[in-house]
């Protein structure tokens, strides 16, 4: 019983990039330890919180076993602590937050008739950073590291954008969460590297801020939609689509709404090709013949 509960948590980590593997969850949160030692803890508590949920309210064996009410509270656990100082207030926010959107993992994949990906981490933790600024201010951020002023190099900024979908911008994560990723499956892994590729060129195509791009906030939301997408549809063209849709979403969120993307660009993006794949089949369907 409790190896196999160990298991569905280690899987609930991996599901953040789509692995179902607990090795592959396993060297996730290597990742994130190399990171932060209190993002790791933030991780270990919403994967433990969403694995424990969702067996009490018993929901889908299956999903429950695949780590599926996992990986959502993960993000959440480690998106307060990197948001938010480790305040009393913090802490009650992240497990309140871990909490809910393990319940709106379930009710979007029972009443929703498309993919959520990340979703209800998104929506969580952007209302999780409203309430903590209502309750205790701004003073209650985390000051942000200032972004470094001299480019880390393509490659260097390429490995980081892996790393950032568990907001750890150091080249060891990243590696980390592909080795992760490739254990599990070796084309999920490809496709991760190429949309961080394809996001951090686009970024430096367009002229964005030299220290973003260093620390993979181009690659991240393009390496998630790249899998996604190729989930949906076995393609290597289409998932590359998706990647280049999200780098104007992923500057469009802090520069027009003044709010963290967090992966609300992958998401988007996914769901704009996703929709375009259906529209598609609508307009190549051949009238049938009388």
């Given amino acids: 019983m409790v190896w196999r509960t160990a298991l569905v948590v280690l899987r609930g980590v991996g599901q953040v990039m789509f692995q179902g593997h607990a090795g592959t969850g396993v060297l996730f949160l290597a990742g994130i330890a190399l990171a932060s030692p209190l993002m790791l803890a933030g991780a270990v508590i919403g994967a433990v919180i969403g694995t424990v949920v969702a067996k009490v309210a018993r929901y889908d064996e299956g999903e429950f076993d695949q780590g599926i009410y996992g990986f959502n509270p993960v993000l959440v656990g480690i998106g307060t602590l990197f948001y938010l100082q480790p305040r009393p ?86 590696l980390l969460f592909l080795i992760g990723v490739a254990i599990s499956d070796w084309r999920h892994a490809a496709l991760a590297l190429i949309g961080s590729l394809v996001g951090t060129a686009l970024a430096v195509y367009h002229n964005n801020p030299v220290g973003t791009i260093s620390l993979g906030l181009y690659g991240y939301n393009a390496s998630l939609a790249a899998m996604a997408v190729y989930l949906w549809r076995k393609s290597l063209l289409i998932p590359l689509l998706a990647a280049a849709i999200s780098i104007p979403l992923t500057e469009f969120f802090p520069s027009q709404l003044g709010i963290p993307p967090l992966t609300a660009p992958f998401v988007a993006a996914a769901w704009i090709v996703i929709l375009i794949g259906q529209l598609e089949a609508v307009f190549i369907k051949e009238p049938a013949t009388p």
């Fill in 89 to 174: 207030l913090t802490w009650i926010l992240l497990v309140a937050g871990c909490v809910v959107s393990t319940v709106l993992t379930h009710l979007a994949r029972r009443h929703l008739s498309f993919p959520t990906y990340t979703a209800p981490f998104i929506v969580v933790t952007w209302a999780v950073i409203i309430i903590a600024h209502a309750a205790a201010g701004t003073g209650i951020d985390v000051k942000p590291a200032p972004a470094p002023e001299t480019p880390a190099g393509f490659l260097t900024a390429v490995l980081a954008g892996p790393a950032e979908v568990m907001f750890g911008a150091t080249v060891l994560t990243g």
